[in-house]
């Protein structure tokens, strides 16, 4: 990252630890590192903030009908199954089948 945004690995620790701020200019030279928008690196104020881990979520395709459908299943009884099928699987089927690691 250091090398990407100009900065040295103890110069990039500072930011890191919150011993110097950064600086809009920096924020968008570090985007650009990342290729995302300088926008994305901020904090929304109109929304909670995510774990990474659930953030990873909607980038899989179909998690969104697959949590409403969960939610809307009005029976524990049938929601247990659905958990039993989904554990059965993830980690069965072909290679070629499974969508990439990101």
Same mark, same amino acid.
């Given at each position: /990252?250091?090398? &990407? +945004?100009?900065?040295?690995?103890?110069?990039?620790?500072?930011?890191? %630890?919150?011993?110097?701020?950064?600086? !809009?200019? /920096?924020? =968008?030279? =570090?985007?650009? &590192?990342?290729? =995302?928008?300088?926008? @994305?690196?901020?904090?929304?104020?109109?929304? $909670?903030?995510? $774990? $990474? !881990? +659930?953030?990873?979520?909607?980038?899989?395709? *179909?998690?969104?009908?697959? =949590? !409403? *459908?969960?939610? &809307? +299943?009005?029976?524990?009884?049938?929601?247990? !199954?659905?958990?039993?099928?989904?554990?059965?699987? /993830? @980690?069965?089927?072909?290679?070629?089948? %499974?969508? $990439?690691?990101?």
């Amino acid at each position: /990252m250091g090398s &990407a +945004i100009g900065l040295t690995f103890q110069q990039v620790q500072k930011y890191e %630890r919150g011993a110097n701020r950064i600086s !809009a200019s /920096m924020l =968008v030279r =570090v985007a650009k &590192a990342l290729d =995302v928008q300088p926008a @994305d690196l901020l904090p929304t104020t109109d929304a $909670p903030r995510l $774990p $990474p !881990a +659930i953030r990873h979520f909607a980038w899989v395709h *179909g998690t969104d009908e697959l =949590v !409403a *459908g969960y939610a &809307a +299943i009005k029976s524990i009884r049938h929601r247990r !199954a659905v958990l039993v099928l989904v554990r059965n699987l /993830m @980690d069965e089927g072909p290679q070629e089948d %499974r969508e $990439p690691q990101a």
